[in-house]
C-alpha cells in the first residue's frame, strides 16, 4: 500500500510529479517536475505565487515579461558537484521554458507570493554565489546546496535547498521538525522531497512521524518520487550502493527556517 504522503512518479512523458497544496492538504508549497526534449516548451503562469525555476539537468531558455535568458544550465546531472542554474520569477508573469539540445530535467518551486509581489523581481540565482556546505560527520555526512535560503531576501515565502547523500548515510539526521510556529525555537514550514537516485534502479526510505505517533508513514521512495511532509520528524536514509539527491521546497507563514531535533536521538549531538 503506497503511503499517502508518497507521490510516485510517472517514468516518461513530460510529467514527472506534480503535487499541488490541495493534493498535500496544506497551504503553501507546490512542487512539480517535468522533463523537456530538445525544442519542447512550457507555458505558465506565476498568478498569485511565486516560482523559483531549477535546472535539474540540461539546459534551457526561459523568458519572462519578454526578457530571455538562454542556455541555463550547470550539469548533466543532479549528482553533478556542481550549483545549479535557478531563475527566481514574482507572482503575475507569464513564463516560458524551453529545452535546448539534449533536453532538461525542470524542478518548479511555488509558494504564496505574499503581501507585496509588486516589491520583487525576476532574478536569475548565480550558481557561483549558492552556498555549499556539509552537514553531520561518519556516516551522517550529505552535502548541501543552498539554492534560496532564508537569509535571502529575494522570495516572499519560498526556500529552496538540494542535498546529495552518499550511498550508506543518512540524512536530514538526527531527525527534525519544523511544524510548530514558535521562533526562535522553531518554526512551521511545510516540505517535499524531491528524490533521486544512483544509479537509477535504486531506492531509499524516508519516515514522517509525530511524538505522539498520529502520524507515523515510512515510505520505501525511487528514483524521481517525491514525500510530502506536513508536520513531523522526516528522516532519510540512502542504503549501500545508491547515492540519494533530493531537492527540499519549504514554504509556511514566515520565511525563517528552525528546526527542533527529536529529543530521543539528540545525544549524538553531544561532544564525543
Not at 248 to 261: D, E, H, L, S, Y
Request: aromatic share 8%; hydrophobic share 40%.
Amino acid at each position: 500500500m503506497v503511503s499517502p504522503l508518497l507521490a510516485k512518479a510517472q517514468a516518461t512523458g513530460r510529467e514527472i510529479v506534480h503535487v499541488t497544496p490541495e493534493r498535500a492538504g496544506w497551504t503553501h508549497v507546490g512542487f512539480r517536475a517535468i522533463r523537456l526534449a530538445e525544442g519542447e516548451t512550457e507555458a505558465l503562469e506565476t498568478g498569485t505565487r511565486e516560482l523559483c525555476i531549477v535546472v535539474l539537468s540540461g539546459k534551457v531558455d526561459v523568458t519572462v515579461a519578454g526578457v530571455r535568458y538562454t542556455k541555463l544550465g550547470t550539469r548533466s546531472s543532479v549528482f553533478d558537484q556542481v550549483s545549479p542554474a535557478a531563475v527566481y520569477v514574482p507572482a503575475g508573469h507569464a513564463v516560458q521554458i524551453s529545452g535546448l539540445a539534449e533536453g532538461a530535467e525542470i524542478g518548479l518551486c511555488t509558494a504564496p507570493a505574499g503581501a507585496n509581489p509588486q516589491a520583487r523581481a525576476v532574478k536569475v540565482l548565480d550558481p557561483a554565489s549558492m552556498r555549499r556546505s556539509v552537514r553531520g560527520k561518519g556516516s551522517n555526512t550529505r552535502y548541501i546546496c543552498d539554492i534560496l535560503p532564508h537569509d535571502d531576501p529575494t522570495a516572499a515565502h519560498l526556500l529552496v535547498v538540494e542535498v546529495l547523500t552518499p550511498a550508506g548515510h543518512s540524512s536530514s539526521y538526527p531527525p527534525h521538525k519544523h511544524d510548530l510556529e514558535q521562533p526562535p525555537l522553531e518554526t512551521q514550514l511545510e516540505e517535499t522531497y524531491y528524490h533521486r537516485l544512483n544509479p537509477p534502479q535504486g531506492f531509499a526510505f524516508q519516515r514522517v512521524y509525530t511524538d505522539d505517533r498520529s502520524l507515523d508513514e515510512a515510505c520505501s521512495v525511487e528514483d524521481h518520487d517525491v514525500v510530502m511532509v506536513p508536520r513531523g520528524y522526516h528522516p532519510v536514509v540512502a542504503p549501500h550502493g545508491y547515492d540519494l539527491y533530493y531537492l527540499n521546497v519549504m514554504a509556511g507563514p514566515k520565511r525563517f527556517w528552525v528546526f527542533k531535533n527529536d529529543p530521543a536521538h539528540e545525544w549524538m549531538l553531544a561532544p564525543q
